[in-house]
């Protein structure tokens, strides 16, 4: 691990609140240097909550200081951002009571749900919307297709660019997994948990609205899952692995912590989950306490590389050269050759997801389907 992960990894615990006193090495932070890897990770907003608490009360005249136009530039970032989950926050009720008055009960996945897990809602980085709605594939296909025609239509989810500006997908299920035979478990516990979600009302900030969210325990293997997907297609950064943070920080019962832990057994997620919690314990200071399983060193400092290197979604991932304007042929050889670094550790699903997107593409074909 070098200086500047190291700082990096410091400043983080200390933005989180898992550190309360000032990292010694802030001192010698080159701050340019954590502000772009920041950026690279999507957490400006949160990192700017620690960095205003440093600035203000914590450091000393000895060095360590950020620039001013550095810590303005930060501040206008913030900004935006906080306009960003304002508008986010407006557009997820309006979804909300849309489908809803369509007849569809709803929930909206991630994003704005999680962020109420923060100290600070409005400092995560929005996305889009995902809202997973109950009542079926055709007759949730049917209907978007009659708000906004024509759109991707994808094994999970499709698009629904019905407020402009705003991503949404518009969910038939959350999540699914390569392997076909943990894939089948994973449907039927999604349909097992559906009414608990959309029955789950939470207040969003400033008196938005209310919507529907996940509970504390479906997010501890929804999450987990959505992390271990994301693995195999695009990468995985510290936004996601920040939301897992303040997720399994969250109280449950112990009748549901046991639940998920029988159930992130029952996917093949146990492997996935001890990198995982390596990754949260050295980068965010996650306590044994609220850790799921014991950490696997091994794995998890293989994780971290990958989370480095990839940046945000593995947008900043060119081990296997450009993703630019390449080719469905390309983007399928691509992703075939980096999946293969993953096959010793988590092969079922390294293995199967090759075969997932072959037989994807072959169902759209025959269906007809963009």
């Not at 909206?108 to 996305?127: E, F, H, T, V, W």
């Not at 019962?253 to 998920?260: A, G, K, P, Q, R």
Request: with cysteine; net charge positive.
């Amino acid at each position: 691990m070098d200086k500047t992960q190291t700082v990096f990894f410091d400043f983080l615990k200390f933005c989180v609140g898992s550190s309360t006193s000032v990292p010694s090495s802030l001192t010698e932070a080159d701050w340019k240097a954590l502000f772009q890897m920041a950026c690279k990770q999507a957490l400006i907003g949160v990192l700017f909550d620690g960095l205003q608490r440093y600035v203000r009360n914590m450091y000393s005249d000895n060095g360590g200081k950020p620039g001013k136009e550095l810590i303005l530039r930060w501040y206008a970032a913030y900004e935006q951002i906080r306009k960003q989950n304002e508008r986010m926050n407006d557009s997820c009720v309006w979804a909300s009571r849309k489908f809803e008055h369509a007849g569809f009960r709803n929930c909206i996945l991630k994003g704005q749900g999680l962020a109420l897990l923060y100290p600070d809602p409005m400092s995560r980085m929005p996305g889009d919307i995902d809202i997973w709605l109950a009542g079926g594939r055709r007759k949730i296909i049917d209907y978007v297709n009659r708000l906004c025609p024509g759109q991707v239509e994808r094994y999970h989810h499709i698009d629904c660019p019905v407020i402009p500006g705003v991503p949404m997908e518009v969910h038939i299920t959350p999540s699914y997994m390569y392997s076909p035979w943990r894939n089948r478990k994973m449907q039927k516990w999604f349909h097992s948990m559906v009414d608990g979600q959309c029955a789950n009302r939470v207040m969003l900030p400033d008196d938005a609205g209310e919507i529907s969210v996940p509970t504390v325990s479906f997010n501890m293997v929804f999450i987990l899952s959505h992390l271990y997907r994301h693995l195999f297609s695009e990468g995985i950064g510290f936004r996601q692995l920040m939301d897992y943070y303040f997720v399994l920080r969250q109280k449950v019962s112990l009748e549901d912590h046991d639940t998920v832990i029988r159930t992130i057994k029952n996917l093949g997620m146990k492997r996935f989950a001890q990198g995982v919690m390596y990754v949260l314990g050295t980068a965010f200071g996650l306590e044994k306490q609220y850790m799921l399983f014991d950490e696997n060193e091994r794995d998890g400092r293989f994780l971290l590389e990958e989370v480095m290197k990839g940046g945000n979604f593995g947008q900043y991932d060119d081990r296997l050269g450009s993703k630019a304007g390449e080719t469905i042929s390309h983007r399928y050889f691509r992703m075939s050759r980096r999946n293969l670094r993953f096959v010793n550790r988590y092969p079922s699903e390294a293995l199967c997801e090759p075969l997932f997107r072959t037989n994807f593409f072959l169902w759209k074909k025959w269906k007809g389907l963009k």
